[in-house]
Protein backbone atom coordinates (compact mmCIF):
# COMPACT_ATOMS: atom_id res chain seq x y z
CA UNK A 1 0.00 0.00 0.00
CA UNK A 2 1.45 3.11 -0.99
CA UNK A 3 -0.40 6.98 -0.91
CA UNK A 4 0.33 8.66 -4.75
CA UNK A 5 0.52 12.12 -4.04
CA UNK A 6 1.36 12.83 -7.64
CA UNK A 7 -1.74 11.58 -8.70
CA UNK A 8 -3.57 13.03 -5.65
CA UNK A 9 -2.00 16.47 -7.16
CA UNK A 10 -3.54 15.25 -10.14
CA UNK A 11 -6.77 15.11 -9.41
CA UNK A 12 -7.34 18.60 -7.49
CA UNK A 13 -5.94 20.43 -10.53
CA UNK A 14 -8.30 18.56 -13.06
CA UNK A 15 -11.07 18.74 -10.03
CA UNK A 16 -10.81 22.38 -9.97
CA UNK A 17 -11.83 22.91 -13.73
CA UNK A 18 -15.16 21.39 -13.40
CA UNK A 19 -17.84 22.99 -14.36
CA UNK A 20 -21.19 23.75 -12.86
CA UNK A 21 -23.08 21.22 -15.21
CA UNK A 22 -20.01 18.34 -14.18
CA UNK A 23 -20.54 18.89 -10.73
CA UNK A 24 -24.70 18.42 -11.65
CA UNK A 25 -23.50 15.18 -13.03
CA UNK A 26 -21.37 13.97 -10.27
CA UNK A 27 -24.28 14.16 -7.96
CA UNK A 28 -26.89 12.72 -9.84
CA UNK A 29 -24.17 9.65 -10.03
CA UNK A 30 -23.76 9.67 -6.21
CA UNK A 31 -26.96 8.72 -6.10
CA UNK A 32 -27.00 5.63 -7.40
CA UNK A 33 -24.82 4.67 -4.20
CA UNK A 34 -22.22 3.93 -6.39
CA UNK A 35 -19.59 6.17 -4.47
CA UNK A 36 -17.06 8.42 -6.13
CA UNK A 37 -14.04 8.56 -8.00
CA UNK A 38 -10.72 10.47 -7.55
CA UNK A 39 -11.89 13.36 -9.93
CA UNK A 40 -15.66 13.35 -8.42
CA UNK A 41 -13.73 13.72 -4.73
CA UNK A 42 -12.07 16.67 -5.86
CA UNK A 43 -14.38 18.20 -8.13
CA UNK A 44 -16.55 18.12 -5.10
CA UNK A 45 -14.29 19.36 -2.90
CA UNK A 46 -13.92 22.51 -4.49
CA UNK A 47 -17.85 23.92 -4.18
CA UNK A 48 -17.99 27.07 -3.17
CA UNK A 49 -21.12 28.62 -4.83
CA UNK A 50 -24.06 28.23 -2.27
CA UNK A 51 -26.96 26.72 -4.46
CA UNK A 52 -24.10 23.59 -5.80
CA UNK A 53 -23.49 23.67 -1.26
CA UNK A 54 -27.22 23.27 -1.13
CA UNK A 55 -26.98 20.10 -3.75
CA UNK A 56 -23.98 18.28 -2.45
CA UNK A 57 -25.38 18.36 0.85
CA UNK A 58 -29.20 17.28 -0.51
CA UNK A 59 -27.72 13.98 -2.44
CA UNK A 60 -25.81 13.44 0.77
CA UNK A 61 -28.79 13.61 2.98
CA UNK A 62 -30.79 11.33 0.51
CA UNK A 63 -27.51 8.84 0.16
CA UNK A 64 -27.41 8.25 4.10
CA UNK A 65 -31.32 7.92 4.63
CA UNK A 66 -31.15 5.31 1.65
CA UNK A 67 -28.45 3.05 3.52
CA UNK A 68 -28.90 3.70 7.19
CA UNK A 69 -32.28 5.72 7.17
CA UNK A 70 -32.68 7.43 10.44
CA UNK A 71 -30.68 5.34 13.02
CA UNK A 72 -27.44 6.79 14.99
CA UNK A 73 -25.60 4.23 16.55
CA UNK A 74 -24.20 5.19 19.96
CA UNK A 75 -21.02 4.07 21.90
CA UNK A 76 -18.37 5.47 23.86
CA UNK A 77 -14.55 5.08 24.67
CA UNK A 78 -13.03 3.41 27.47
CA UNK A 79 -9.56 4.68 27.74
CA UNK A 80 -7.96 1.93 30.07
CA UNK A 81 -4.21 3.54 29.41
CA UNK A 82 -2.46 7.03 28.68
CA UNK A 83 1.02 5.36 28.78
CA UNK A 84 2.42 6.48 25.38
CA UNK A 85 6.13 6.07 23.76
CA UNK A 86 5.38 8.41 20.82
CA UNK A 87 5.83 11.72 20.86
CA UNK A 88 2.73 13.27 18.48
CA UNK A 89 3.12 17.16 18.74
CA UNK A 90 -0.62 17.26 18.84
CA UNK A 91 -1.73 15.17 21.94
CA UNK A 92 -1.44 15.44 25.11
CA UNK A 93 -0.01 11.51 26.03
CA UNK A 94 2.78 12.44 24.07
CA UNK A 95 6.27 11.04 25.59
CA UNK A 96 7.53 14.90 26.23
CA UNK A 97 4.65 16.04 28.20
CA UNK A 98 5.99 15.35 31.86
CA UNK A 99 3.68 17.02 33.24
CA UNK A 100 0.57 14.34 32.82
CA UNK A 101 -0.48 12.09 35.04
CA UNK A 102 0.43 8.49 33.91
CA UNK A 103 -1.26 5.33 34.47
CA UNK A 104 -2.78 2.43 33.08
CA UNK A 105 -5.83 0.78 34.65
CA UNK A 106 -5.77 -2.76 36.89
CA UNK A 107 -7.91 -5.33 36.03
CA UNK A 108 -10.11 -3.92 38.54
CA UNK A 109 -10.60 -0.61 37.77
CA UNK A 110 -11.29 -1.65 34.09
CA UNK A 111 -13.95 -3.83 35.75
CA UNK A 112 -15.05 -0.81 37.73
CA UNK A 113 -15.43 1.92 34.18
CA UNK A 114 -17.08 -0.81 32.65
CA UNK A 115 -19.55 -1.05 35.49
CA UNK A 116 -20.31 2.50 35.30
CA UNK A 117 -20.82 2.71 31.66
CA UNK A 118 -23.25 -0.17 31.57
CA UNK A 119 -25.05 1.66 34.60
CA UNK A 120 -25.20 4.47 31.64
CA UNK A 121 -26.83 1.99 29.55
CA UNK A 122 -24.10 1.27 27.32
CA UNK A 123 -23.96 -1.69 25.25
CA UNK A 124 -20.59 -1.02 22.85
CA UNK A 125 -17.10 0.93 23.60
CA UNK A 126 -14.24 1.64 22.32
CA UNK A 127 -11.63 0.46 24.32
CA UNK A 128 -8.61 2.58 23.95
CA UNK A 129 -4.73 2.66 24.88
CA UNK A 130 -1.82 4.84 24.35
CA UNK A 131 1.00 3.43 22.35
CA UNK A 132 2.74 1.56 25.35
CA UNK A 133 1.84 -1.32 27.66
CA UNK A 134 2.56 -2.27 31.21
CA UNK A 135 5.06 -4.82 31.67
CA UNK A 136 2.85 -7.49 30.33
CA UNK A 137 2.96 -6.06 27.14
CA UNK A 138 0.23 -6.56 24.48
CA UNK A 139 -1.84 -9.00 26.95
CA UNK A 140 -2.51 -5.92 28.82
CA UNK A 141 -4.89 -5.42 26.03
CA UNK A 142 -6.28 -8.53 26.08
CA UNK A 143 -6.92 -9.55 29.44
CA UNK A 144 -8.39 -5.84 29.42
CA UNK A 145 -11.23 -6.97 26.64
CA UNK A 146 -11.80 -9.96 28.61
CA UNK A 147 -12.85 -8.11 31.75
CA UNK A 148 -14.70 -5.96 30.14
CA UNK A 149 -16.82 -8.61 28.78
CA UNK A 150 -17.08 -10.58 32.10
CA UNK A 151 -18.76 -7.46 33.68
CA UNK A 152 -22.63 -8.24 34.26
CA UNK A 153 -24.89 -5.81 35.82
CA UNK A 154 -28.75 -7.23 35.92
CA UNK A 155 -29.45 -7.29 32.54
CA UNK A 156 -27.04 -4.92 31.44
CA UNK A 157 -23.41 -5.98 29.85
CA UNK A 158 -21.41 -4.48 27.32
CA UNK A 159 -21.87 -6.44 24.13
CA UNK A 160 -19.21 -5.64 21.74
CA UNK A 161 -15.40 -4.30 21.93
CA UNK A 162 -14.33 -2.17 19.42
CA UNK A 163 -10.38 -1.56 19.86
CA UNK A 164 -7.99 1.49 19.22
CA UNK A 165 -4.81 0.52 19.92
CA UNK A 166 -1.03 0.48 18.52
CA UNK A 167 -0.13 -1.18 14.87
CA UNK A 168 0.51 -4.93 15.70
CA UNK A 169 2.27 -7.57 13.84
CA UNK A 170 -0.11 -9.97 12.31
CA UNK A 171 0.54 -12.32 14.79
CA UNK A 172 -0.79 -9.90 17.73
CA UNK A 173 -3.96 -9.05 15.39
CA UNK A 174 -4.85 -13.24 15.49
CA UNK A 175 -4.63 -12.90 19.53
CA UNK A 176 -6.74 -9.75 19.11
CA UNK A 177 -9.44 -11.27 16.69
CA UNK A 178 -9.79 -14.65 19.26
CA UNK A 179 -10.76 -12.07 21.68
CA UNK A 180 -13.92 -11.56 19.90
CA UNK A 181 -13.77 -7.76 19.36
CA UNK A 182 -15.47 -5.98 16.80
CA UNK A 183 -13.84 -3.69 14.38
CA UNK A 184 -10.20 -2.96 14.45
CA UNK A 185 -9.37 1.34 14.43
CA UNK A 186 -6.17 3.11 13.65
CA UNK A 187 -5.90 6.38 12.30
CA UNK A 188 -3.23 7.33 9.65
CA UNK A 189 -3.61 10.76 11.26
CA UNK A 190 -2.53 12.47 8.11
CA UNK A 191 -1.61 10.86 5.10
CA UNK A 192 0.70 13.94 3.57
CA UNK A 193 4.01 11.88 4.41
CA UNK A 194 6.02 15.12 5.04
CA UNK A 195 3.35 16.63 7.27
CA UNK A 196 3.34 13.11 9.18
CA UNK A 197 7.61 13.43 10.02
CA UNK A 198 6.82 16.70 10.91
CA UNK A 199 4.36 15.89 13.75
CA UNK A 200 5.22 12.60 14.77
CA UNK A 201 8.51 13.49 16.52
CA UNK A 202 10.03 10.19 18.35
CA UNK A 203 8.73 6.47 18.81
CA UNK A 204 7.35 4.20 16.73
CA UNK A 205 4.49 6.08 15.65
CA UNK A 206 7.27 7.84 13.01
CA UNK A 207 6.92 4.78 10.56
CA UNK A 208 4.22 6.14 8.07
CA UNK A 209 5.06 2.87 6.30
CA UNK A 210 4.27 0.44 9.01
CA UNK A 211 1.07 2.26 10.26
CA UNK A 212 0.01 2.39 6.62
CA UNK A 213 -0.06 -1.09 6.26
CA UNK A 214 -1.85 -1.91 9.97
CA UNK A 215 -5.10 -2.51 8.11
CA UNK A 216 -3.66 -5.08 5.37
CA UNK A 217 -2.27 -7.03 8.64
CA UNK A 218 -5.67 -7.23 10.54
CA UNK A 219 -7.34 -8.15 7.34
CA UNK A 220 -4.86 -10.92 6.57
CA UNK A 221 -4.90 -12.41 10.22
CA UNK A 222 -9.21 -12.66 9.83
CA UNK A 223 -10.19 -9.30 11.44
CA UNK A 224 -12.69 -8.05 8.63
CA UNK A 225 -13.99 -4.93 10.23
CA UNK A 226 -11.71 -2.34 10.00
CA UNK A 227 -11.86 1.50 11.01
CA UNK A 228 -9.64 4.47 9.74
CA UNK A 229 -9.42 8.24 9.89
CA UNK A 230 -7.85 11.69 9.62
CA UNK A 231 -7.08 14.11 12.30
CA UNK A 232 -8.01 16.91 10.49
CA UNK A 233 -6.31 20.07 10.50
CA UNK A 234 -3.11 18.85 10.37
CA UNK A 235 -2.81 18.65 6.04
CA UNK A 236 -4.97 19.95 3.26
CA UNK A 237 -8.16 18.31 4.29
CA UNK A 238 -8.54 17.96 0.25
CA UNK A 239 -5.65 16.04 -0.31
CA UNK A 240 -6.55 13.75 3.19
CA UNK A 241 -9.79 12.98 1.20
CA UNK A 242 -8.37 12.08 -2.11
CA UNK A 243 -5.94 9.98 0.20
CA UNK A 244 -8.68 7.96 2.33
CA UNK A 245 -9.83 7.46 -1.33
CA UNK A 246 -6.75 6.04 -2.34
CA UNK A 247 -6.70 3.41 0.84
CA UNK A 248 -10.31 2.37 0.63
CA UNK A 249 -9.32 1.56 -3.10
CA UNK A 250 -6.87 -0.69 -2.04
CA UNK A 251 -8.55 -2.60 0.20
CA UNK A 252 -11.40 -3.24 -1.68
CA UNK A 253 -9.09 -4.55 -4.43
CA UNK A 254 -7.02 -6.52 -2.03
CA UNK A 255 -9.67 -7.87 0.44
CA UNK A 256 -12.71 -7.21 -1.21
CA UNK A 257 -14.17 -4.86 0.91
CA UNK A 258 -13.49 -1.52 2.26
CA UNK A 259 -13.64 0.00 5.86
CA UNK A 260 -16.23 -0.36 7.87
CA UNK A 261 -15.84 3.40 9.40
CA UNK A 262 -14.33 6.29 8.92
CA UNK A 263 -13.87 8.78 11.54
CA UNK A 264 -13.52 12.54 10.94
CA UNK A 265 -11.97 14.17 14.34
CA UNK A 266 -11.03 18.00 14.34
CA UNK A 267 -8.17 19.07 15.93
CA UNK A 268 -8.96 20.26 19.45
CA UNK A 269 -6.85 22.11 21.99
CA UNK A 270 -4.37 19.23 24.54
CA UNK A 271 -2.50 19.82 27.28
CA UNK A 272 1.16 20.32 26.59
CA UNK A 273 0.63 19.88 22.70
CA UNK A 274 0.42 23.81 21.75
CA UNK A 275 0.11 22.33 17.97
CA UNK A 276 -3.40 21.22 18.85
CA UNK A 277 -4.68 24.70 19.37
CA UNK A 278 -2.76 26.45 16.71
CA UNK A 279 -4.18 23.49 13.46
CA UNK A 280 -1.13 23.95 10.53
CA UNK A 281 -4.26 23.56 8.17
CA UNK A 282 -7.73 24.47 10.43
CA UNK A 283 -10.90 23.32 8.44
CA UNK A 284 -13.50 25.46 9.17
CA UNK A 285 -17.39 24.60 10.36
CA UNK A 286 -19.15 25.16 6.54
CA UNK A 287 -15.54 22.63 5.13
CA UNK A 288 -16.11 20.28 7.76
CA UNK A 289 -19.76 19.92 6.81
CA UNK A 290 -18.17 19.61 2.94
CA UNK A 291 -15.75 16.40 4.43
CA UNK A 292 -18.87 14.56 6.20
CA UNK A 293 -21.04 15.27 2.98
CA UNK A 294 -18.49 14.40 0.54
CA UNK A 295 -17.21 10.83 2.36
CA UNK A 296 -20.96 10.12 2.30
CA UNK A 297 -21.06 9.72 -1.40
CA UNK A 298 -17.82 8.51 -2.00
CA UNK A 299 -18.56 5.66 0.19
CA UNK A 300 -22.29 5.29 1.00
CA UNK A 301 -21.60 1.88 2.61
CA UNK A 302 -19.68 3.00 5.55
CA UNK A 303 -20.34 4.56 9.00
CA UNK A 304 -19.11 7.74 9.18
CA UNK A 305 -18.04 8.10 13.12
CA UNK A 306 -18.72 11.44 14.77
CA UNK A 307 -16.79 12.20 18.47
CA UNK A 308 -17.76 14.43 21.20
CA UNK A 309 -14.69 16.71 19.85
CA UNK A 310 -17.24 18.70 18.01
CA UNK A 311 -20.02 20.77 19.64
CA UNK A 312 -23.44 19.68 20.06
CA UNK A 313 -24.74 21.91 17.47
CA UNK A 314 -21.88 20.84 15.23
CA UNK A 315 -22.78 16.92 15.79
CA UNK A 316 -26.39 17.73 14.97
CA UNK A 317 -25.62 19.26 11.87
CA UNK A 318 -23.56 16.36 10.91
CA UNK A 319 -26.48 13.61 11.66
CA UNK A 320 -28.27 14.41 8.32
CA UNK A 321 -25.46 14.48 6.01
CA UNK A 322 -23.85 11.39 6.89
CA UNK A 323 -23.06 10.75 10.35
CA UNK A 324 -24.23 7.41 11.09
CA UNK A 325 -22.37 6.69 14.03
CA UNK A 326 -21.49 8.91 17.32
CA UNK A 327 -19.95 8.33 20.52
CA UNK A 328 -22.00 9.99 23.27
CA UNK A 329 -21.25 10.87 27.08
CA UNK A 330 -17.38 10.36 26.48
CA UNK A 331 -14.40 10.89 28.05
CA UNK A 332 -10.78 10.32 26.93
CA UNK A 333 -8.73 9.65 30.62
CA UNK A 334 -8.08 6.35 32.00
CA UNK A 335 -10.40 6.16 34.80
CA UNK A 336 -12.65 9.18 34.14
CA UNK A 337 -15.97 7.09 34.35
CA UNK A 338 -15.66 6.03 38.03
CA UNK A 339 -14.08 9.03 39.19
CA UNK A 340 -15.63 12.26 40.57
CA UNK A 341 -12.88 14.35 38.48
CA UNK A 342 -13.92 13.32 35.30
CA UNK A 343 -11.27 16.15 33.47
CA UNK A 344 -8.29 15.56 34.51
CA UNK A 345 -5.34 14.29 32.27
CA UNK A 346 -7.42 14.07 28.82
CA UNK A 347 -6.29 12.98 25.41
CA UNK A 348 -7.67 16.49 24.27
CA UNK A 349 -10.31 19.07 25.06
CA UNK A 350 -13.67 17.57 24.52
CA UNK A 351 -16.69 20.05 22.66
CA UNK A 352 -19.93 18.10 23.52
CA UNK A 353 -20.02 16.98 27.69
CA UNK A 354 -23.54 16.17 27.92
CA UNK A 355 -24.37 12.58 29.40
CA UNK A 356 -25.80 9.55 27.17
CA UNK A 357 -29.29 10.28 28.29
CA UNK A 358 -29.46 13.96 27.14
CA UNK A 359 -27.73 12.94 23.84
CA UNK A 360 -30.01 10.35 23.55
CA UNK A 361 -33.17 12.43 24.15
CA UNK A 362 -31.52 15.41 21.98
CA UNK A 363 -31.29 12.34 19.29
CA UNK A 364 -34.68 11.43 19.64
CA UNK A 365 -36.45 14.89 19.21
CA UNK A 366 -34.13 15.60 16.15
CA UNK A 367 -36.01 12.64 14.77
CA UNK A 368 -33.44 9.89 14.47
CA UNK A 369 -33.74 6.21 16.26
CA UNK A 370 -30.96 5.91 19.09
CA UNK A 371 -29.37 2.09 18.27
CA UNK A 372 -27.07 0.29 20.77
CA UNK A 373 -27.71 -2.94 18.58
CA UNK A 374 -24.61 -5.49 17.92
CA UNK A 375 -26.51 -7.86 16.00
CA UNK A 376 -24.32 -7.86 12.72
CA UNK A 377 -20.94 -8.68 14.63
CA UNK A 378 -22.61 -11.49 16.39
CA UNK A 379 -24.74 -12.63 13.52
CA UNK A 380 -21.78 -12.53 11.18
CA UNK A 381 -22.54 -9.72 9.10
CA UNK A 382 -18.80 -8.38 8.75
CA UNK A 383 -16.56 -7.29 6.32
CA UNK A 384 -17.82 -8.31 2.72
CA UNK A 385 -21.13 -9.74 3.81
CA UNK A 386 -21.87 -6.66 5.51
CA UNK A 387 -20.45 -4.51 2.56
CA UNK A 388 -23.08 -7.17 -0.07
CA UNK A 389 -26.04 -5.38 2.13
CA UNK A 390 -24.85 -2.10 2.87
CA UNK A 391 -24.33 -1.57 -0.71
CA UNK A 392 -27.51 -1.82 -2.09
CA UNK A 393 -29.28 -0.62 0.78
CA UNK A 394 -30.50 -3.82 2.12
CA UNK A 395 -28.82 -3.18 5.71
CA UNK A 396 -31.80 -1.14 6.68
CA UNK A 397 -34.21 -4.57 6.63
CA UNK A 398 -31.58 -5.81 9.52
CA UNK A 399 -30.75 -2.61 11.07
CA UNK A 400 -34.18 -0.61 11.33
CA UNK A 401 -35.51 -3.11 13.60
CA UNK A 402 -33.11 -4.23 15.87
CA UNK A 403 -31.62 -0.49 16.86
CA UNK A 404 -35.63 -0.01 17.61
CA UNK A 405 -35.28 -3.23 19.75
CA UNK A 406 -32.04 -2.17 21.14
CA UNK A 407 -33.64 1.76 21.44
CA UNK A 408 -36.50 0.39 23.83
CA UNK A 409 -34.29 -1.81 25.81
CA UNK A 410 -32.53 1.34 26.78
CA UNK A 411 -35.56 3.15 27.54
CA UNK A 412 -37.47 0.79 29.56
CA UNK A 413 -34.16 0.33 31.52
CA UNK A 414 -32.40 3.76 31.75
CA UNK A 415 -33.87 6.66 30.32
CA UNK A 416 -35.50 9.52 32.66
CA UNK A 417 -39.38 10.16 32.18
CA UNK A 418 -38.27 13.16 29.17
CA UNK A 419 -36.02 10.54 27.52
CA UNK A 420 -38.75 7.80 27.23
CA UNK A 421 -41.21 10.30 26.35
CA UNK A 422 -39.28 11.39 23.33
CA UNK A 423 -38.04 7.83 22.94
CA UNK A 424 -41.16 5.86 22.62
CA UNK A 425 -42.53 9.33 20.38
CA UNK A 426 -39.71 8.53 17.82
CA UNK A 427 -40.07 4.61 18.30
CA UNK A 428 -43.94 5.00 16.75
CA UNK A 429 -42.83 7.69 13.90
CA UNK A 430 -40.25 5.19 12.95
CA UNK A 431 -42.40 2.68 13.15
CA UNK A 432 -45.21 4.42 10.70
CA UNK A 433 -42.49 4.87 8.49
CA UNK A 434 -40.99 1.17 7.62
CA UNK A 435 -41.77 -1.02 4.95
CA UNK A 436 -44.58 -3.77 6.21
CA UNK A 437 -42.13 -7.01 6.77
CA UNK A 438 -39.27 -4.87 8.63
CA UNK A 439 -41.93 -3.20 10.64
CA UNK A 440 -43.77 -6.49 11.17
CA UNK A 441 -40.78 -7.58 12.62
CA UNK A 442 -39.79 -4.47 14.38
CA UNK A 443 -43.11 -5.05 16.08
CA UNK A 444 -42.48 -8.38 16.91
CA UNK A 445 -39.33 -7.75 18.68
CA UNK A 446 -40.91 -4.86 20.33
CA UNK A 447 -43.37 -7.30 22.26
CA UNK A 448 -40.83 -9.40 23.47
CA UNK A 449 -38.67 -6.08 25.06
CA UNK A 450 -41.94 -5.10 26.54
CA UNK A 451 -42.80 -8.91 28.17
CA UNK A 452 -39.28 -8.70 29.63
CA UNK A 453 -36.86 -9.92 27.29
CA UNK A 454 -33.31 -8.50 26.47
CA UNK A 455 -30.70 -8.19 23.47
CA UNK A 456 -33.33 -9.53 21.22
CA UNK A 457 -31.69 -8.58 17.31
CA UNK A 458 -32.32 -10.05 14.28
Not at 208 to 229: E, F, H, K, N, P
Not at 350 to 361: F, H, I, K, M
Amino acid sequence: MKIDEGNIEKSLQRGGQKSESDITEILARARKLEGLEADDVAALCNISDPELLGELFRAARDVKAEIYGHRLVLFTPLYVSNLCKNDCAYCAFRSSNRGLNRRALSMEEIASETAALVDEGHKRILLVAGEAYPRDGFDYILRAIDTVYSVKRGSGEIRRVNVNVAPLEEADFKRLKEHDIGTYQIFQETYHRETYSKVHLRGAKTDYDWRLQAMDRAISAGIDDVGIGVLFGLADWRFELLALHQHIRHLEKEFGFGPHTISVPRLEPATGADLASNPPNPVSDLAFRKIVAILRLMVPYTGIIMSTRETADIRRETFALGVSQISAGSRTNPGAYSASDKHTAEQFSLGDVRSLDEVVADVARLGYIPSFCTGCYRLGRTGADFMDLAKPGDIKAHCAPNGLSSFLEYLMDYAQPETQEAGMLSIANALETMDPEPRRRAQVMLEKIRAGRRDVFC
